[in-house]
């Protein structure tokens, strides 16, 4: 057990909806990563929050977006869902904004069907 | 385009056997390579690396890095049926703060 939870662990919605995916990171943990693994792409890197600020970004479609919360919970916002937005989504925190000397701990993720 | 390749994709070998499991990388900007092994759903950590030729050791596992050829491998002898899953190798790319990950290699040990 990493310390990181997600909430849901599944979700099957239908194809032009929009879901909210929870984080909460490690407990002292600052930033937050959001990843989305599907079968054809492998482990991609969405977005990083630190400290409720956005830090860097990766291939996030403009139908996604994130935010963090001063409690430092972080959401995943994925709207107008496609059919290969079906994926397992990845949150991981690390305690600061990601230096060599951090590592990342996932999160169980959350399995996203979209029918 | 930062790159990062693992081979084999996939590997099947019996229990005791000694694996290798290689990583090559084209990145704009190394900060540091990580091994995570992924069983049925989170990766789980396994090493960081960071400098050149120092090899990192846990039970039977160890991994090195060779910044200079740009790969990483990761060993693992006496292997468990325990060991198999897929293991991830990332790099962080310093400055965009973000891991990019290679496709996995997926390990199989028989009994």
């Known amino acids: 057990d990493s310390g990181v939870t997600q909430t849901p662990k599944h979700l099957i919605t239908a194809t032009g909806q929009r879901v909210t995916l929870r984080c909460s990171p490690r407990?002292?943990?600052?930033?937050v990563y959001w990843y989305q693994q599907s079968l054809d792409q492998g482990l991609q890197f969405l977005i990083q929050?630190?400290?409720?600020?956005?830090?860097a970004k990766g291939n996030i479609l403009e139908r996604f977006s994130a935010q963090q919360f001063p409690d430092l919970h972080s959401e995943l916002n994925l709207s107008s869902l496609e059919l290969g937005d079906s994926a397992l989504y990845f949150c991981?925190?690390?305690?600061?904004?990601?230096?060599?000397?951090?590592?990342?701990?996932f999160g169980p993720g959350t399995r996203l069907t979209v029918l | 385009e930062d790159k990062v390749v693992q081979s084999p994709l996939s590997l099947v070998v019996h229990e005791g056997d000694t694996v290798t499991l290689n990583c090559s990388y084209e990145?704009?900007?190394?900060?540091?390579l990580l091994w995570y092994k992924q069983e049925k759903k989170a990766p789980t950590f396994l090493f960081m690396l960071?400098?050149?030729?120092i090899e990192k050791k846990s039970g039977r596992l160890s991994s090195i890095l060779d910044k200079k050829e740009l790969f990483s491998i990761l060993n693992i002898t006496a292997t468990q049926t325990g060991d198999s899953a897929i293991y991830l190798c990332?790099?962080?790319?310093?400055?965009?703060?973000?891991?990019?990950f290679g496709q996995g290699t997926r390990l199989t040990i028989n009994p």
């Open positions: 991981a925190s690390s305690p600061r904004h990601g230096g060599a000397v951090d590592t990342q701990y």
């Open positions: 407990s002292g943990d600052l930033s």
């Open positions: 929050y630190y400290n409720g600020e956005e830090r």
């Open positions: 990145v704009t900007n190394f900060r540091s």
């Open positions: 960071t400098s050149s030729g």
């Open positions: 990332a790099v962080l790319i310093q400055g965009a703060q973000k891991l990019v």
